[in-house]
Structures are given as structure tokens and as C-alpha cells.
Nanobody, 127 residues
């Protein structure tokens, strides 16, 4: 069965960095675009960053552009989110997600285009 397991969250001071990881299993990982989403208490889940199936095309929400970097290693069935210059407003539970459709040029931003989600990892940015 499809499994997505995130790790790497934690407490960090403003301006600090964290690297999130997501281990995928149970499907042909290299054929699907993947994304990171996040959700804060009382807010809708929002798309953060996406990467196409081959890893050569990435896209980002405006709120994280220039600070976050998404990457993947298809030989290890892993995706990553390097988060730099973290701000208190980045505090959220972060989820990795698998697209419903294989291939494609860019990862979609709508959550309805994703069929599997991890359990999430908490990121807290606070002094």
C-alpha cells in the first residue's frame, strides 16, 4: 500500500533552517509529481512547493519562494524540503503528498489533485 512518512520537523528560531524529508513506498515513485503542503491551526491546508516526476521542474508558493527548496531522489524514493530564513508564519504541520496522475510538467497546486498524504511533521518557528 502507498505510504508517505515525513520527518525532520521541530522547533527553530526565526531565521533558522530545517530540512524535511518524506519517504515514499508502495508505488512507482519516479512516475509521479510530489508536493509539500502545510496547515496551521484554524487555517486551510495550503500548497507550499511541488516537483515534477523527474525532479527537473519545481514550483513554489509566493510566500516561500527564495527561502524553500524542494528536491527529490528517485533512487531512494525520497523528497525533501530545505527551509531557510524561517519565519513565525511558517509554523504549521507540513505534509508531503502524491499526485493522482503520473508524469506531467509541473506539480499541481490544488489538494484535490493529490490522492495520498503523509501523517505530517510539526514545524514551529519561535524565539
Amino acid at each position: 500500500q502507498v505510504q508517505l512518512v515525513e520527518s525532520g520537523g521541530g522547533l527553530v528560531q526565526p531565521g533558522g533552517s530545517l530540512r524535511l524529508s518524506c519517504a515514499a513506498s508502495g508505488f512507482a515513485f519516479g512516475l509521479f509529481a510530489m508536493s509539500w503542503f502545510r496547515q496551521s491551526p484554524g487555517k486551510e491546508r495550503e500548497w507550499v512547493a511541488g516537483i515534477n516526476y523527474g525532479g527537473g521542474i519545481t514550483n513554489y508558493a509566493d510566500s516561500v519562494k527564495g527561502r524553500f527548496t524542494i528536491s527529490r531522489d528517485n533512487s531512494k524514493d525520497m523528497i525533501y524540503l530545505q527551509m531557510n530564513t524561517l519565519k513565525p508564519e511558517d509554523t504549521a504541520v507540513y505534509y508531503c503528498a502524491k499526485t493522482k496522475r503520473g508524469f506531467g510538467t509541473t506539480a499541481p497546486m490544488a489538494s484535490s489533485d493529490y490522492d495520498y498524504w503523509g501523517q505530517g511533521t510539526q514545524v514551529t518557528v519561535s524565539s
